[in-house]
């Protein structure tokens, strides 16, 4: 990341956005990124580029587009959501990172960006978890363990307390219940997790059933 | 899911869903978002094409 580079060739403009601001090289070979935090207060640009395409460019890129809010908004949400199927919190972060990284390079192809995220983070997720359990010990998925160390500090005391409930039901209820809270129906999650409707329906009244007796129990 | 089922649950998800919602707001009070966003956006542009660029 350059926080202040410029030399021959380069400009000094006034920032039109806060955070991070792409701009290409003057051969058009690369991308560079400058900062607003950079000294005075002012970002470098090549050149050979006109101010008005410039902000024409960023603006159109980082606010026009929507990846910025929509990472804002669906970024913590797809942590969460890995966290309630099993997921450690670094492990969450992994994977929603990485699910934002590929939004972005294809973002202006992507038409339902929050169901894309989320089909992304939770294959990444799955599949990590798979390799996991193979390095560890073959494992059937029935048997799938949330992890140990979930690492929940960051949540208030109740919301750790629902997450810890859903993290407890068995791995394919987990699955199916954290997907249906996220907002997914349940054709939805049969299309992501590779089982019929039907299926799924049926696990999610068992692990809906299971949680109301919990919380039951727990005076919720 | 049939409409009685859901009635049943009812009060149940809408717990569920308000805690996981202000548990995602939680998280989100407690993390450097932005920071976090030029990474990914510095990642996702590191890529030799980056955004403009239309595939999938």
Redesign the interface.
């Known amino acids: 990341?350059l926080t202040a580079e410029r030399g021959p060739g380069w400009v000094k403009v006034k920032p039109s956005l806060r955070?991070?601001i792409?701009f290409s090289d003057r051969d058009g070979e690369s991308?560079r990124?400058c900062?607003a935090e950079a000294p005075f207060g002012v970002i470098w640009q090549p050149r050979t580029r006109a101010k008005g395409e410039a902000h024409a460019r960023t603006s159109r890129?980082?606010s026009g587009?929507g990846?910025?809010s929509f990472?804002?908004e669906r970024?913590?949400?797809t942590?969460?959501?890995l966290?309630?199927m099993g997921a450690s919190r670094a492990d969450a972060e992994d994977a929603a990172?990485e699910a934002?990284?590929?939004a972005?390079?294809?973002?202006?192809?992507?038409r339902e960006p929050d169901a894309w995220v989320r089909t992304v983070a939770v294959r990444a997720y799955l599949k990590q978890a798979r390799a996991q359990r193979s390095q560890a010990a073959p494992l059937d998925e029935s048997a799938r363990e949330p992890a140990a160390d979930p690492d929940l500090g960051?949540?208030?005391e109740?919301?750790q307390?629902?997450?810890s409930l859903?993290r407890g039901l068995p791995a394919g209820q987990r699955t199916i219940a954290a997907l249906f809270?996220?907002g997914l129906t349940?054709e939805e999650i049969g299309e992501l997790v590779g089982k019929p409707p039907a299926t799924v329906?049926s696990q999610?009244?068992h692990a809906?059933n299971s949680?109301?007796g919990l919380?039951s129990s727990g005076g919720? | 899911?049939t409409g009685r089922?859901d009635a049943a649950?009812a009060a149940?998800?809408a717990?569920?869903?308000a805690?996981?919602t202000?548990?995602?707001?939680?998280?989100?009070s407690?993390?450097d978002?932005?920071a976090?966003?030029?990474?990914?956006?510095?990642?996702?542009?590191?890529?030799d094409?980056?955004?403009?660029?239309?595939?999938?």
């Open positions: 990341m955070g991070k792409r991308e990124w900062t890129q980082l587009n990846f910025v990472f804002h970024y913590s949400r942590v969460v959501l966290i309630a990172q934002m990284v590929l972005w390079r294809q973002w202006e192809s992507i960051v949540f208030a109740q919301q307390h629902v997450l859903l809270y996220d349940c329906r999610l009244r809906r949680l109301k919380m919720i | 899911m089922e649950f149940l998800d717990h569920i869903r805690q996981l202000m548990a995602a707001a939680d998280y989100k407690h993390t978002l932005q976090l966003l030029a990474a990914v956006l510095e990642s996702g542009t590191r890529h094409d980056g955004p403009a660029a239309t595939h999938s």
